[in-house]
């Protein structure tokens, strides 16, 4: 069965602390993202990878970076995370290369930081 | 400002009627795409569309580039339909999709 997993599915965090999502795809894509979701904003793309060790900032990466050190395995960190990055974090995977079709999402990561 | 626009923002319906969920985009585009997504879940890929008109089952998906516009008819819609729907465009350069806000869609037994 073809998928992206995230983890965790939920997350309470304290200002000031760091915090690592996790993803993980089973399909060999090359192509992975993070964006987050914020009611009235839709999803904004935050970091992209075109492969292990090959990424590229998004449209909102400020706070954020990531790492990818496997092709199946996307990290988003958050140092030292601040309340207005409470969000839901969906990470995505593609085949890559323009005019694909083939984007599977996760099941999200919800992110409270208080 | 925004790239990506969808109207309307929120629909109710009566289970059997029909619905037309648009999406206008500001700048030149490589492909467009419709999401659909239920509460608290996952995006869920519904149509690819670069241009023209594709169906499937009650859904049909119609893209017109040169006015940077697409639509989404849902026909004889189901409560099961209930759920945001949400375009994005693929832009030229990289493999990157902007989302619009998404249109919530309700639909009543």
């Known amino acids: 069965d073809m998928k992206v997993t995230q983890m965790p599915r939920y997350l309470i965090k304290r200002m000031g602390e760091n915090v690592l999502l996790e993803c993980g795809q089973d399909?060999?894509?090359?192509?992975m993202y993070w964006y987050r979701q914020d009611p009235g904003l839709g999803l904004q793309l935050i970091y992209i990878s075109y492969d292990v060790d090959s990424n590229s900032e998004g449209d909102i990466p400020k706070g954020y970076r990531v790492s990818r050190k496997k092709r199946e395995h996307f990290s988003l960190i958050l140092d030292s995370a601040k309340t207005n990055q409470t969000s839901v974090y969906f990470c995505a995977s593609s085949l890559g290369g323009q005019g694909n079709s083939d984007y599977t999402f996760g099941s999200g990561t919800r992110l409270l930081v208080i | 400002g925004q790239q990506v626009q969808q109207s309307p923002t929120s629909l109710v319906l009566q289970e059997g009627e029909n619905a037309e969920l648009q999406c206008n985009f500001s700048?030149?585009?490589?492909?467009m795409q419709w999401f659909y997504q239920r509460p608290g879940g996952s995006l869920i890929s519904v149509f690819y569309n670069p241009s023209g008109t594709k169906q499937s089952g009650r859904l049909t998906s119609t893209t017109v580039i040169k006015e940077r516009r697409s639509s989404l008819h849902i026909s004889s819609s189901q409560i099961t339909d209930s759920g945001t729907y949400l375009c994005?465009?693929?832009?030229?350069?990289?493999?990157?999709?902007?989302f619009g806000t998404g249109t919530s869609l309700l639909v009543d037994p």
């Open positions: 700048t030149s585009l490589n492909s």
């Open positions: 994005a465009m693929e832009r030229h350069m990289g493999y990157k999709l902007t």
């Open positions: 399909m060999s894509h090359e192509t």
